[in-house]
T-cell receptor
Framework: NAGVTQTPKFQVLKTGQSMTLQCAQDMNHEYMSWYRQDPGMGLRLIHYSVGAGITDQGEVPNGYNVSRSTTEDFPLRLLSAAPSQTSVYFC???????????????FGEGSWLTVV | DAKTTQPPSMDCAEGRAANLPCNHSTISGNEYVYWYRQIHSQGPQYIIHGLKNNETNEMASLIITEDRKSSTLILPHATLRDTAVYYCIVERSISSGSARQLTFGSGTQLTVLP
């Protein structure tokens, strides 16, 4: 049981390039989400998914795209990277999206992205 | 979900109990209190959660006041590895159909001193 796995751990992009951050979980979790964390700040929700084929926007979705073709995977795509997207990105998952009572959210170890 | 207020930083001597307070005066009856911590930019780690009663697990204890407007996370014997940012989060127990969005504030930077 690997939990939530993110790749790559570090990435440097040039402005305008596109890339995909990968996220996979092996816990059969319904709910998956992407957060970004900027220096000295808390986490902000980018996009989330409540099951295969179902995604929706979070607090800061602009410039990002997601899809969920399987329960296990939830990739985050940067369409045209900008320096403002320099951040640490965390993928997270939990078993249920409807019953939060005692439903722990598991986080990946993070992906450090620098856009120059 | 209700907002939370935490002190920005605290120090604690190694081996002593660390008591981290959190104010959530607007909490609703169906909202849980969760605590997570983040060690040096690693992914946030779940610590403990509670609704009304005090809770204890292998990592920590959670004391919730009777009116539920505040809570305290207790690390009974803090070690240097407990140095981290601790987040107190309030979340409703059932989805209203929208995102499960944990609102992470700035948290409390706990520094355990040797």
């Amino acid at each position: 049981n690997a939990g939530v796995t993110q790749t790559p751990k570090f990435q440097v992009l040039k402005t305008g390039q596109s890339m995909t951050l990968q996220c996979a979980q092996d816990m059969n979790h319904e709910y998956m989400s992407w957060y970004r964390q900027d220096p000295g700040m808390g986490l902000r929700l980018i996009h989330y998914s409540v099951g295969a084929g179902i995604t929706d926007q979070g607090e800061v979705p602009n410039g990002y795209n997601v899809s969920r073709s399987t329960t296990e995977d939830f990739p985050l795509r940067l369409l045209s990277a900008a320096p403002s997207q320099t951040s640490v990105y965390f993928c997270a998952s939990s078993y249920s999206w409807t019953d939060f009572s005692g439903n722990t959210i598991y986080f990946g170890e993070g992906s450090w992205l620098t856009v120059v | 979900d209700a907002k939370t207020t935490q002190p920005p930083s605290m120090d604690c001597a190694e081996g002593r109990a660390a008591n981290l307070p959190c104010n959530h005066s607007t909490i609703s009856g169906n909202e849980y209190v969760y605590w997570y911590r983040q060690i040096h930019s690693q992914g946030p780690q779940y610590i403990i959660h509670g609704l009304k009663n005090n809770e204890t697990n292998e990592m920590a204890s959670l004391i919730i006041t009777e009116d539920r407007k505040s809570s305290t996370l207790i690390l009974p014997h803090a070690t240097l590895r407990d140095t981290a940012v601790y987040y107190c989060i309030v979340e409703r127990s059932i989805s209203s159909g929208s995102a499960r969005q944990l609102t992470f504030g700035s948290g409390t930077q706990l520094t355990v001193l040797p």
